[in-house]
């Protein structure tokens, strides 16, 4: 087994200045690690800091204190303590994202917003737009949506347009909250589909799902979140 | 890209005191090819005092400059002489101003606002000029038919596009820009940083854009310097700072976004 992420001692707590330094802690001595090809399932109830540890490890977080070590290509790095340029260029190489919403940018298109990725890795145009038609077709999207800007389409399609940006450039680490948690049966049986062949193609996942006949069918292990509880008794 | 290239710009320790008032204080920052690095903070924080040290429009009472030019030598700007800081300006530089009609020329044609970049570095050949002028307009989505007309007749979002073209028709790496989306309407906006976004991207830009608008910052850049009564308060990368910002005056401009 070739350890692609480890996270050790992480804790996280925020300080909220405008309420008087209010001190809100997330959650601590994280410690957990994933495989390639394997599917870790953060489990536990909303508001426990799952989300909070997704975005520890994509940098939109802070980390506080502890490691979070990312393999990559016979190197090591320590998000906890990365610089913020080369977290932008783990992310455009090492780390995929499917946040809960997607984030829509007035006026581009679902492909673009789909074959960005790609785009910044450095694949043509032609070819990045190739792929991300494909993945939006597996993903049952509408073909007449794919030159319109995702802001008016409804939850479900914009998740999807987020899971196919999340999963076009193939990369080697990929976290996932919630992917189908405003998905129809179908659609959701598509992301499991995916989600088993990037297992194949040797991707660590890390994923938060709350439907258990998902979770039952993706998860290799399952991270219980009331390890890392910050506020015992809470 | 690879990750151990030289910076194309280094503000080191930079101040300036206008007499005995601060415009800003040991600012330092590191811009690489193709980075987009937002200052964001309110009126008086130091934001235009910092882009203007930058571009050396200003002297620096401390602290340094250092531009790689394109023949690869890293050299401190306050040093150079004046022609060729001029040089730089015209070529390698854009400044994309608030008020776009302080970036134009309002006295003559759109056209010809473009085109007098090429001409001052050496274009002659008038068909060109205009072929590529007007190549421009279409690229910042300026009906071909208004090539001739004075900026004068332009409304305000046309007018910057307008001052985008001009700007980076000499193809410059480095992009200055002070609150280039301040006093459009909301829709000339999306349309304007939609058409920013994209050209940063595909020209490579390296971009220093001042801006009070965080929703601009987290669109068009990758890293966030915070500045507040001319200090740098916090830096990093950009969802970084706005999703867990960590000062207190962070915390503030944060929340007191209207939610979309």
Not at chain 1, 164 to 176: E, I, K, M
Not at chain 2, 9 to 14: E, Q, R
Request: some cysteine; charged content about 25%; hydrophobic content about 45%.
């Amino acid at each position: 087994m070739t350890i692609a992420l480890e996270l050790s001692g992480v804790a996280k707590t925020f300080t909220m200045h405008l309420q008087g330094g209010l001190c809100l802690p997330v959650v601590s001595d994280v410690t957990f690690s994933v495989a390639r090809g394997e599917c870790v399932v953060l489990a536990g109830p909303s508001g426990v800091g799952k989300s909070s540890i997704l975005k520890m490890i994509f940098g939109s977080y802070r980390c506080d204190r502890g490691r979070i070590l990312v393999h990559h290509e016979a190197r090591q790095t320590d998000i906890a303590t990365a610089s913020p340029r080369c977290m932008m260029a783990l992310r455009r190489h090492t780390l995929g994202y499917v946040s809960q919403f997607l984030r829509a940018v007035p006026r581009v298109p679902a492909l673009d917003v789909v074959a960005e990725p790609l785009l910044a890795r450095g694949t043509s145009r032609e070819e990045a737009r190739r792929q991300a038609t494909a993945l939006l077709t597996r993903l049952n999207i509408d073909s007449r949506l794919w030159g319109l800007a995702p802001a008016t389409f409804s939850g479900g399609e914009q998740q999807r347009i987020n899971i196919a940006r999340g999963f076009v450039a193939d990369l080697p680490v990929l976290l996932l909250d919630e992917p189908t948690a405003a998905l129809d049966a179908a659609n959701s049986h598509v992301v499991v589909d995916l989600v088993e062949d990037r297992k194949r193609r040797g991707t660590a996942i890390i994923a938060i799902v709350h439907d258990d006949a998902i979770r039952e069918r993706i998860a290799d292990a399952i991270v219980a979140m009331t390890l890392f509880n910050a506020r015992p008794g809470a | 890209m690879s990750e151990n290239e030289q910076p194309l710009l280094v503000a080191d320790g930079l101040s300036k005191w206008y007499g005995r008032r601060l415009g800003c204080r040991d600012v330092s920052f590191t811009l690489y090819e193709g980075e987009v690095i937002a200052v964001v903070g309110e009126s008086g924080s130091g934001k235009s005092t910092l882009l203007r040290l930058l571009c050396a429009e200003i002297a620096a009472s401390a602290g340094r400059v250092l531009y790689r030019m394109r023949d690869g030598i890293t050299r401190n700007l306050p040093e150079l002489g004046e022609a060729e800081r001029r040089f730089l300006a015209r070529t390698d530089w854009g400044y994309v101003h608030q008020d776009a009609s302080l970036g134009l020329r309002m006295a003559v044609s759109a056209g010809a606002n473009v085109g007098e970049r090429l001409m001052a570095v050496g274009w002659r050949h008038y068909g060109r000029i205009r072929g590529t002028a007007a190549d421009w307009l279409d690229r910042v989505e300026i009906d071909n038919a208004r090539i001739d007309d004075s900026p004068r007749t332009y409304s305000g979002g046309m007018r910057q596009r307008l001052q985008i073209a001009r700007n980076l028709v000499t193809a410059p790496r480095l992009v200055l820009m002070d609150e280039p989306t301040g006093g459009l309407d909301v829709s000339v906006q999306a349309r304007l940083l939609d058409l920013l976004r994209s050209l940063v991207t595909d020209l490579k830009l390296s971009v220093v854009i001042v801006t009070h608008d965080l929703a601009v910052a987290r669109l068009l850049s990758h890293r966030i310097i915070v500045m507040k009564d001319g200090m740098v308060v916090e830096s990093g990368l950009t969802d970084q700072v706005l999703d867990d910002p960590r000062e207190a005056y962070t915390q503030l401009l944060v929340s007191s976004i209207l939610p979309p």
